[in-house]
């Protein structure tokens, strides 16, 4: 990799990783009553509420009974189970035969919720619900995903990390939405990969002007594969692809490779990178298509983007780049939130850009432990918040890898270190907020309103932890 695009990319380091199905739907429903958990829609979908036919949990008031005559009428018995809170369980006499149909079957639970409802009215009665069933917390079956470690509930149990971003545990309510973009402001995306389906990818569009650093025999075009950024095949970084498939380009939960911070929200790969890096003038018109301004020349962009991801950077404070920052400035207005790489200099990042410009989310790198990986990120008082970039010179939980942050490449899959690698961990958590808000039939949050939830519930850091200014501590998924 040659020095101008080192500086642009921040100056990854690579270290290889090569490995060679089902999906699981986001939930689409959140019922907040009864009715509306135990309704036909509900219940005909996968991950519909469940609970043990025809029983019922009873908390009676102090010194309260229910009268003999109250259980005949509505058809129930009491059992001799009884919590260790005091629950008493109730059971129907009728019951749901083997092989009834679903509508039969729903008619009977809506039995089951009128009775209920009756209990829950009664003057004895504290309480009643169904006796639900609960199920495993959601997690990918990706075999690779025990090396993403970047991912894992934050903590320092079996399964856990220190610098996990607590996604198991948003993942247990959310995994992102198909009407949320996420564009990928970068080299571009391989052409063919075993993990990528165009199922999580949106179209999106070349804005390489000059035809040699494209290195794809033109200029600007619909095409935004990837035809590698070196001089040569083992020179390529793949880079759009690797910080991609954080973001969740990846099919995940599909038994294969790795998975991505989204299973469903759309990618959207922007290409502004090729030899010898990419020009401010390509990547403002690149930041103004993402967010669904027209661009002179270029067709209007037909899945705007709610998220922009760039993890690029370049020595200069952002006051000396005025074009870049107008970009982002139209992007912020249009509601876009914008995500940006701190830099891999090990210097305070009010000296670079986009790093130090206003309107963005400026993303500095945590390492296994939850440590600011001070021999490389970039620091200092721009910097909103810290997320996983890796760092492939330790091997603190001892797997034999190195612990950099595993996502797809032009090779396969590779540990890649670098706030590069921090950036999109932000901007695919950003994805499953406005995706949550979605699914609760809520607005979508606004820039300035995604940064103020990242950051009041960032996981704390001590002094020693960040050393340096790292805003508001690490990242963390689990967001109410």
Same mark, same amino acid.
């Given at each position: ?22 999906? $699981?739907? $986001?939930?689409?429903? !959140? ?27 009873? !908390? ?44 039969? @079957? @729903? ?45 894992? +509930? ?15 545990? $948003? ?20 052409? %063919? ?90 990547? @403002? ?42 970009? %982002? ?25 986009? $790093? ?18 001070? !021999? ?22 001892? +797997? ?28 695919? @958590? ?51």
């Amino acid at each position: 990799m040659n020095a101008v695009l080192s500086k642009l990319l921040g100056g990854i380091t690579v270290a290889f990783f090569s490995v060679g199905s089902h999906s $699981a739907e $986001a939930p689409a429903w !959140r019922p907040t009553t009864l009715a509306a958990a135990i309704s036909l829609k509900n219940y005909a979908r996968p991950e519909a509420a469940d609970f043990v036919d025809g029983e019922i949990l009873v !908390r009676l008031k102090e010194g309260q009974t229910l009268d003999d005559g109250f259980l005949w009428k509505w058809g129930l018995y009491r059992t001799d189970r009884v919590t260790s809170g005091g629950d008493v369980i109730y059971r129907r006499t009728d019951f749901v035969p083997k092989g009834m149909p679903l509508k039969q @079957v @729903v008619e009977h639970r809506q039995r089951l919720l009128k009775v209920i409802q009756r209990l829950q009215a009664h003057p004895a009665v504290e309480y009643a619900q169904p006796n639900w069933i609960l199920h495993p917390v959601q997690m990918p079956d990706d075999p690779d995903y025990k090396s993403q470690w970047h991912y894992f +509930d934050n903590g320092a149990d079996a399964g856990e990390a220190s610098g996990g971003i607590n996604l198991p545990k $948003a993942w247990a309510s959310n995994v992102g939405h198909p009407s949320v973009v996420v564009a990928v402001i970068d080299t571009g995306l391989v052409a %063919i990969h075993e993990d990528i389906s165009r199922v999580n990818v949106a179209d999106g569009y070349d804005f390489i002007s000059d035809p040699a650093r494209a290195a794809d025999g033109d200029g600007r075009d619909p095409d935004e594969t990837d035809p590698g950024d070196g001089e040569a095949e083992d020179q390529h970084s793949w880079h759009g692809t690797h910080v991609a498939g954080t973001v969740g380009v990846v099919d995940s939960n599909n038994g294969l490779g790795v998975a991505g911070v989204n299973w469903h929200t759309k990618v959207q790969s922007v290409r502004v990178l090729g030899k010898g890096g990419g020009t401010t003038s390509d990547i @403002v018109d690149a930041i103004r298509w993402a967010a669904g301004l027209p661009v002179p020349g270029v067709p209007d962009n037909p899945t705007p983007a709610q998220v922009v991801n760039m993890s690029l950077g370049g020595l200069r404070p952002c006051l000396l780049d005025p074009a870049e920052q107008s970009a %982002i400035n139209d992007a912020v207005a249009q509601g876009v939130t914008v995500v940006v790489s701190a830099g891999n200099e090990a210097l305070n990042a009010a000296f670079f850009t986009p $790093a130090s410009c206003k309107n963005v989310i400026t993303v500095a790198a945590s390492d296994f432990r939850g440590h600011l990986v001070s !021999r490389y990120s970039n620091y200092g008082r721009t910097i909103e918040i810290m997320a996983p970039g890796g760092d492939l010179e330790r091997d603190d939980n001892g +797997d034999g890898n190195p612990d950099g942050v595993l996502s797809t490449t032009g090779r396969g899959y590779e540990y890649y270190n670098g706030t590069s690698m921090a950036a999109p961990h932000v901007a695919g @958590v950003v994805g499953l907020l406005q995706s949550a808000r979605i699914q609760a039939g809520l607005s979508l949050l606004t820039p300035q309103q995604v940064l103020q939830k990242i950051q009041e519930n960032a996981i704390s850091r001590t002094t020693e932890q960040c050393p340096r200014p790292c805003g508001a501590g690490l990242l963390n998924a689990a967001i109410e």
